[in-house]
């Protein structure tokens, strides 16, 4: 199996900053893409952000320009930097992994979640 772990959430007010990083680790044979999505009371979970293999990345209108995905290959970790954050980006957000565990064998794991809240 393969299990990913969201870190760096909290309180912050608005236009600062936030770090998120997500790790995936287990039966990592290939990681093909990483992504980030959030949640907010009563909404749906949306895409925020998504890194696949090749380094191409693809963000929602509402972050770009603000967020920058990224990640380590090498410690199979994935980062959020959230800039300029805004009350409506009040959500959790959470780490989504894919890829295979074999050569047959895929997986497509997601995070609890980590609680990001901007205040105005």
């Known amino acids: 199996q393969v299990q990913v772990v969201e870190s760096g959430g909290g309180l912050v007010q608005a236009g600062g900053s936030l770090r998120l990083s997500c790790a995936a680790s287990g039966s990592i044979f290939r990681i093909d893409a990483m992504g980030w999505y959030r949640q907010a009371p009563g909404k749906q979970r949306e895409l925020v952000a998504r890194i696949v293999s090749g380094g191409r990345t693809n963000y929602a209108d509402s972050v770009k320009g603000r967020f920058t995905i990224s990640r380590d290959n090498a410690k199979n970790t994935m980062y959020l930097q959230m800039n300029s954050l805004k009350p409506e980006d009040t959500a959790v957000y959470y780490c989504?992994?894919?890829?295979?565990?074999?050569?047959?064998?895929?997986?497509?794991?997601w995070g609890q979640g980590t609680q990001v809240t901007v205040s105005s």
């Open positions: 989504n992994a894919g890829g295979l565990m074999s050569m047959w064998a895929k997986y497509d794991s």
